[in-house]
């Protein structure tokens, strides 16, 4: 996996969930911001930019705008950034604008001890098998309806692949944490986790650690049939696999 990933549930009550990130990159370093530019780009990097440098350590955020429809580019635009940031948004386009770089990004990261951090679209692409979104199971609803990112049924994709489960964001804000259940209980996903809002799970090393005001709930199947959940609270953490 390399360097350590961050996946942030959405939020913007609790700056501090960005200083692991920061820390990890070590003294004043650029921060790429990519954003899916719905039209509001610039004024979506000022808010960012704006949480990363209350959070400190000092970091120099860097726009990396990709239009919508536009495909993301990473050998060009992550020269000279020493920490990528994906942030949120649409998923299901954020999906489509990684989808010709979700073997070279993940390699490219690798290569250049560069750390991840997702912020709610950012942390659902992270997975390999990424939940974008969808509100049905087979035309019944299993969350609500504006939680659905344009979508109706649910959808896995194609992710990064830089951490081992799936994730969905807003856990607890959204509702959305039956959504993953669906999804793991389907076998389109191995298992998953559902982070809530102004929460941070970060990985690596075999393991993850939840940090920040909200909960993680991992969702695995269970022993017979069904899934299990367990939910943990900042300054607990969970093995991988």
């Not at 799936?166 to 959504?179: K, P």
Request: proline fraction near 7%.
């Amino acid at each position: 996996m390399g360097s350590r990933v961050f996946l942030i549930g959405g939020g913007w009550d609790h700056a501090e969930v960005y200083e692991p990130f920061l820390r990890e990159l070590g003294g004043e370093r650029r921060v790429g911001c990519l954003i899916l530019d719905e039209g509001d780009g610039a004024a979506q990097f000022e808010r960012y930019t704006a949480a990363l440098r209350k959070a400190g350590p000092p970091c120099t955020p860097v726009p990396l705008l990709v239009p919508l429809g536009g495909r993301f580019e990473p050998e060009d635009a992550l020269d000279g950034i020493d920490g990528l940031l994906v942030c949120g948004g649409l998923t299901p386009a954020y999906q489509d604008a990684l989808v010709d770089s979700l073997e070279r990004l993940p390699a490219l990261l690798a290569a250049r001890g560069m750390p991840y951090a997702g912020f709610s679209a950012g942390a659902a692409v992270a997975a390999r098998r990424a939940v974008v979104g969808g509100w049905l199971l087979d035309g019944v609803p299993v969350c609500p309806e504006e939680t659905g990112e344009d979508l109706a049924e649910i959808e896995v994709r194609p992710g990064l692949g830089l951490v081992p489960f799936s994730v969905d964001v807003h856990a607890a804000q959204w509702g959305t944490l039956a959504r993953l259940v669906t999804a793991v209980a389907r076998g389109h996903a191995p298992y998953g986790v559902a982070v809530d809002e102004n929460t941070l799970l970060t990985v690596g090393d075999g393991e993850a650690r939840v940090a920040g005001a909200g909960r993680v709930h991992v969702v695995r199947p269970a022993p017979e049939a069904g899934v299990a959940v367990r939910a943990y609270g900042a300054g607990e953490g969970f093995v991988l696999g």
